[in-house]
């Protein structure tokens, strides 16, 4: 017979050897736990080359193209107020675009590069302001003949002008600023085609609290465009403006260019200091212009093509356009150099690393480390969404998750670096991919290519796999 104190040993005993086992297992598990959540994967990537044809970037042919054998995703349009107000209060929008092919550029993803101009140089005699404007000013301007061709040039400092200029530009901007399809405006209507300046033998440009007030018509026109000014004058600076260069590829005019954005300096005769020192403008706000007239397509993408890339680089051009070599058959010799400039102007995204665990146990949430860079000369300058998906094994979307992200701020050279969470605790065991993509607003769909490699034909970027393996059946 056992006694008590033999009855009370033993159960002890079980106690003890329970209690051990309890232990064993929570160590056991929390082993599990420790090791297989924080056992991560580094994967590292590098960015590809050669062309890559992305939104608000590269080529931006005239807008009445029918044909370009150079692909694009930008289109240029300039729109003389003439033709856009032939009669006072009535703004003819009908022949604007059906001339422009508006709606096929719409449907085909393309985006606007605009200019409004008052004052474009011809062969012969004539205005490009409606005659009732001309009345309305009481003709308050002057006819020229002189080396840039036959015109008129309004009086931009009329205070009817003004007031008519503000009424044609918010009439433009509630039918074409709100959607962002025209992305880049380029800021005209002041000097010849737009671009700041006059002959000198003409009464010069107004002074600048005046001047500033044709800009001002934009910015309160088109609250979600970039804009972009010919030289960096005051408000460049003050509005974080970008600029155009429609001498691109001349060494000589683009490095004077490039001095006043340096440098600033005199430009009117009758200001000091008119331009002022933006060097660093270009990581906020875009650069574009059109290609040297004054120079061959084969000067620009063979003989000069060395000088054609520095001079970009510099500049750190996003697109070229309505001049660009939209006539040249990729079967010709100058394809290599125009494949050259696609390749680096513009921004050039990729994904440099990922960090995520390699095999998931327990657990609600992974983290995820990301590293995105830009092998480009230029920031991507819109705040597009980011999306993160998750794959199943055959590759099907099982989730769809937002990320918080601002793309503008990956300048080239750069490293950014974000953590996100993904919920894993209702996946079955298997294998899972993590795809990300930038959202073109337009279509609510993945609208960039990465300068990644990628078997994928949606614009969804595959940054790495992981798998499920439960020790326990995960919950339900």
Do not use: C
Not at 36 to 53: A, D, H
Not at 112 to 132: A, K, N, S
């Amino acid at each position: 017979m056992i006694n008590r104190s033999e009855k009370k040993s033993k159960r002890r005993s079980i106690y003890i050897v329970s209690l051990l086992l309890f232990t064993l297992t929570i160590s056991i598990y929390s082993f599990y736990f420790l090791y297989n959540n924080t056992k991560t994967q580094i994967v590292e990537y590098f960015p590809i080359s050669g062309p890559i044809i992305n939104p608000l970037m590269g080529w931006a042919p005239w807008a009445t193209l029918k044909d370009s054998t150079q692909p694009h995703t930008l289109v240029y349009i300039d729109l003389t107020w003439r033709d856009f107000e032939p009669t006072e209060g009535v703004y003819d929008f009908v022949a604007f675009e059906e001339k422009q092919q508006l709606a096929r550029w719409r449907q085909e993803g393309q985006r606007v590069v605009f200019r409004f101009v008052l004052d474009v140089p011809g062969e012969t005699t004539h205005m490009d302001i409606p005659d009732w404007l001309f009345a309305k000013i009481n003709e308050d301007g002057e006819f020229y003949d002189n080396a840039y061709g036959k015109g008129f040039s309004p009086n931009y400092s009329n205070p009817v002008l003004i007031k008519y200029h503000h009424l044609a530009i918010k009439a433009l901007g509630d039918r074409y600023g709100k959607d962002g399809f025209f992305a880049f405006i380029e800021l005209g209507s002041l000097g010849h085609w737009g671009e700041w300046h006059e002959s000198p033998e003409l009464k010069q440009l107004p002074p600048e609290n005046i001047r500033d007030l044709y800009v001002l018509d934009y910015v309160d026109a088109f609250p979600g465009a970039q804009f972009l000014m010919r030289r960096p004058f005051t408000i460049t600076r003050k509005l974080s403006l970008g600029l155009y260069n429609d001498m691109t590829g001349s060494a000589e005019d683009t490095n004077t260019w490039l001095d006043w954005i340096q440098n600033g300096g005199d430009y009117l005769p009758n200001e000091k200091n008119t331009l002022v020192p933006i060097p660093a403008g270009w990581e906020n706000a875009p650069i574009g212009g059109e290609q040297a007239p004054t120079l061959t397509d084969e000067e620009i993408y063979s003989t000069n093509l060395e000088t054609t890339l520095t001079l970009l680089r510099e500049s750190h051009t996003t697109f070229i356009g309505p001049g660009g070599p939209y006539a040249i058959e990729t079967t010709n010799p100058l394809q290599a150099g125009i494949d050259q400039v696609m390749s680096t102007i513009g921004y050039r995204l990729y994904v440099a690393r990922t960090e995520l665990p390699l095999v998931v146990k327990f657990g609600k949430d992974i983290q995820i480390k990301l590293a995105l860079s830009n092998d480009g000369i230029a920031p991507f300058y819109y705040d597009w969404r980011t999306n993160t998906y998750l794959f199943d094994e055959a590759g099907k979307t099982i989730g769809l998750y937002p990320l918080t992200m601002d793309l503008r701020k990956i300048l080239p050279g750069n490293m950014n670096e974000i953590s996100f969470t993904l919920p894993v605790s209702t996946l079955e065991n298997g294998k899972y991919s993590i795809g990300l993509a930038i959202i073109d607003p337009l279509t609510g769909k993945p609208g960039v290519r990465l300068a990644n490699e990628s078997t994928r034909q949606d614009l969804i970027q595959v940054i790495g796999t992981f798998e499920v393996n439960w020790l326990f059946n995960p919950p339900k």
